[in-house]
């Protein structure tokens, strides 16, 4: 029989609705996990309110606390979001690591934050002051992560959040829901009071929107689509907001970097997870010079990716998340060759199973280079120079991370410095991020940063107090 899991709001918490959650490869019902109604999101802010404050030194125990169990559950873990996701086994362990480590870097944030002294004296009407500038949490966060990285990117809110001193009403991708209940398990375990976590399940339209518009909601921390991401915003428009809203992530690359880099680089950074990140690459510049040999070589790369069950570490390409998702990828890919792309190879298989495919000549509007595709599509296009591949980048819509593959250094900061992009990341593809970097969008992919230092700023303000002599 298979489990029926809670929601979090103050202990465990059932009710007669229930969601179940499949095995992304097999079909198969893995758990089934209660959902909430609004009255509960009503609950779990009234408990948040009431949380007592925790000192700076308890939360970094706890988080590293945490840490250290994540760790020990490695395995567990990894096999959740293997199955829950259907993520190559693999990247889920690295999933698992990177979780670990994005608790250990918010425990270090709560030993480093410090305030500021004002030097009053410097002005002739504060000679007799003398004050200092010290920090507080904003209040309840509203932390709503996607199914793509259901354990990592729920940390990347609750984490910084805990660090800040901040209680968190939290609502996990109802595709993926478990990964993230074993992590307020864990925080609970780690010493984390009941109050300052609730986990919420429940569709996106229903019971996401309820915990951004509620009324005690002082800061909403979103990663998902660009409609629904502003649309919160809409409903709130006096919380803080983090929003992570996705891109159509870009490389350039010039004649002066190694052909088979180029295409190892393009691969592992368009088809890992089957493109299902963020910041997977999605459109390869090239200058025409190498154009026929990058091609060449991509296609050599990709060739080589095997494309089966997620929990078999010899299979590099797993499920995508689901049918509708696996059809409109389809759908898109037709649509850019009657738009006069060419498709240079495709390894489709049926239902959720889509290959990696590569396209060539795709025009700048189709939804293929101009969208998030958010599958493992690679396009690749030639350009007469890099202040062409630039100019085109700096069009989009999207912008967080764009590769750089140019040897002369510096040409590759006059392309840095001429993106309209947050991130520049020179010798390798826009995939790459660590936890602890500033990570974030600008224009439609959003606004804020993610990575706990970061993210601390603009969950807690600045409370200025002064002594008069």
């Known amino acids: 029989m298979t489990d029926t899991l809670p929601f979090y709001i103050e202990g465990e918490r059932h009710s007669d609705q229930t969601i179940d959650v499949t095995d992304k490869y097999t079909g198969d019902t893995i758990a089934r996990v209660s959902v909430c109604e609004e009255s509960d999101v009503d609950l779990a802010y009234n408990v948040a309110s009431k949380a007592k404050p925790i000192p700076f030194h308890k939360r970094a125990y706890i988080l590293d606390k945490a840490s250290v169990i994540v760790s020990n559950r490695k395995r567990e873990l990894a096999e959740t979001i293997c199955s829950e996701a259907g993520k190559p086994i693999k990247l889920a362990d690295g999933e698992v690591d990177r979780c670990a480590q994005t608790l250990k870097i918010s425990a270090?944030?709560?030993?480093?934050?410090?305030?500021?002294?004002?030097?009053?004296p410097a002005h002739p009407g504060g000679v007799n002051r003398r004050g200092y500038v010290s920090y507080e949490p904003v209040g309840t966060v509203c932390a709503i992560s996607p199914f793509?990285?259901?354990?990592?990117?729920?940390?990347?809110?609750?984490?910084?959040?805990?660090?800040?001193?901040?209680?968190?009403?939290?609502?996990?991708?109802?595709?993926?829901?478990?990964?993230?209940?074993?992590?307020?398990?864990?925080?609970?375990?780690?010493?984390?009071?009941?109050?300052?976590?609730?986990?919420?399940?429940?569709?996106?339209?229903?019971i996401g929107k309820f915990i951004a518009s509620h009324g005690e909601c002082k800061h909403i921390s979103f990663t998902g689509s660009p409609d629904v991401g502003w649309g919160l915003v809409k409903i709130n428009p006096y919380a803080g907001r983090t929003?992570?809203?996705?891109?159509?992530?870009?490389?350039?690359?010039d004649g002066s970097w190694e052909v088979a880099d180029i295409a190892r680089k393009a691969v592992t950074a368009s088809m890992a997870y089957s493109?299902?990140?963020?910041?997977?690459?999605?459109?390869?510049?090239?200058?025409?010079?190498?154009?026929?040999d990058v091609c060449d070589a991509v296609i050599s790369e990709v060739e080589q990716l095997?494309?089966?069950?997620?929990?078999?570490?010899?299979?590099?390409?797993?499920?995508?998340?689901?049918?509708?998702?696996?059809?409109?990828?389809?759908?898109?890919?037709?649509?850019?060759?009657t738009e006069g792309g060419e498709l240079l190879y495709g390894a489709d298989q049926d239902k959720t199973m889509l290959g990696p495919h590569i396209m060539t000549f795709v025009p700048e509007t189709s939804s293929i280079v101009s969208k998030e595709v958010f599958g493992p599509v690679l396009t690749i296009n030639s350009v007469d120079s890099l202040d062409d591949a630039v100019s085109r980048i700096n069009k989009s819509s999207y912008g967080i991370n764009t590769g750089v593959l140019v040897s002369d250094y510096r040409k590759a900061l006059r392309v840095s410095e001429s993106l309209d992009?947050?991130?520049?990341?020179?010798?390798?593809?826009p995939i790459f991020r660590t936890d602890q970097m500033p990570y974030g969008g600008i224009k439609g992919s959003g606004i804020g940063r993610e990575g706990p230092s970061w993210a601390v700023k603009d969950l807690v303000r600045e409370k200025l107090t002064v002594f008069t002599l």
């Open 306 to 337: 095997k494309i089966g069950d997620p929990h078999n570490p010899e299979f590099k390409i797993g499920p995508m998340i689901s049918e509708n998702e696996a059809d409109r990828v389809r759908n898109w890919i037709e649509q850019a060759t």
């Open 243 to 253: 929003l992570e809203l996705g891109s159509n992530s870009a490389m350039i690359a």
């Open 108 to 120: 270090s944030v709560d030993r480093t934050l410090k305030g500021e002294t004002i030097n009053f």
């Open 421 to 429: 992009v947050a991130g520049v990341i020179i010798g390798d593809s």
């Open 275 to 292: 493109g299902q990140v963020c910041i997977s690459l999605q459109t390869l510049y090239i200058t025409v010079d190498i154009f026929d």
């Open 148 to 206: 793509n990285f259901p354990l990592n990117l729920i940390t990347h809110k609750i984490a910084p959040a805990i660090s800040a001193g901040c209680p968190v009403v939290a609502k996990p991708a109802s595709k993926t829901p478990i990964s993230a209940l074993k992590l307020a398990e864990i925080l609970y375990e780690a010493g984390l009071p009941q109050e300052h976590l609730s986990v919420l399940i429940g569709s996106g339209p229903t």
